[in-house]
Structure formats: C-alpha cells, structure tokens
C-alpha cells in the first residue's frame, strides 16, 4: 500500500512560481520509496487528465509533457520520501487540481506521464490557481 499526499497549492499571479510536494508513505513490505515511478497529472472540470511529468524509479530520470517543458522541474528527496514539483512562469491555463501518483514496479524502465492506467495510487489532489 502506497499513501500520497500533496501539499503546497494555493494561487499565484500570472509569472509567478509555485512548489508543490508530494510525500510518500510506504505500509507494504519489501517495496522502497525508489521503486516508484512518481507522476504528476492535473485536471480542470469538463476537460480530460492531462499528464505533466514523471520521475522514474532508480535513475531518477524525468520527463515533461510540452506545456510543462521549460518551465516545471520535478525532483525527488528520497531521504524525505518525497517528489517536488517546481513550477514557474505560471499562465492562467496551468490553473488545474494537481495529482501525483504512484506506479509500483512494472517492466517499463522509465515512466510515462501520458499512461495514468499504469499508476496505482494517487493523491487527493491540491488546487493551483494562476489569476490576477
């Protein structure tokens, strides 16, 4: 059993920045905090989930869908047991509830942003909002 919870939403200002975390609790036995794929996803009403990033297990390599390239950063403390997703140049369309998730060990070396099936877990959510 995976426990996420993120944390560090709020509003913001057109170009501004924002942090958002995402803690990780483990309770399932033999199952580390770098065997997870972490995703971030986000999703305003009547529009679909929209992948933004992941972080891969064990080499830690991320990856960014268009809209976050450039300016969100994702990075992990694995001391901490949490995912930080650093986001600048905020605009008014970045304005989502934003979700990690959590992919236990599967045979994809690298994770997928753009598959949420593959995610096992997933966080309550924190809303961000961009507005003047």
């Known amino acids: 059993q995976v426990q996420l919870v993120e944390s560090g939403g709020g509003f913001v200002q057109p170009g501004g920045s924002l942090t958002l975390s995402c803690a990780v609790a483990?309770?399932?036995?033999?199952?580390?905090?770098?065997?997870?794929?972490i995703g971030w996803f986000r999703q305003v009403p009547g529009k679909e989930q929209e992948g933004i990033s992941c972080?891969?297990?064990?080499?830690?390599?991320?990856d960014y869908a268009d809209a976050a390239k450039g300016r969100f950063t994702v990075s992990k403390d694995s001391s901490k047991r949490t995912v930080f997703l650093h986001m600048a140049d905020l605009k008014r369309d970045d304005t989502a509830v934003y979700t990690c998730?959590?992919?236990?060990?599967?045979?994809?070396?690298?994770?997928?942003?753009?598959?949420?099936?593959?995610?096992?877990?997933w966080g309550q959510g924190t809303q961000v909002t961009v507005s003047s």
């Open positions: 483990l309770f399932t036995p033999d199952l580390t905090f770098d065997d997870l794929h």
């Open positions: 972080i891969s297990r064990n080499n830690g390599q991320s």
């Open positions: 998730a959590a992919e236990t060990p599967h045979l994809w070396q690298n994770c997928h942003f753009t598959r949420p099936r593959l995610y096992n877990y």
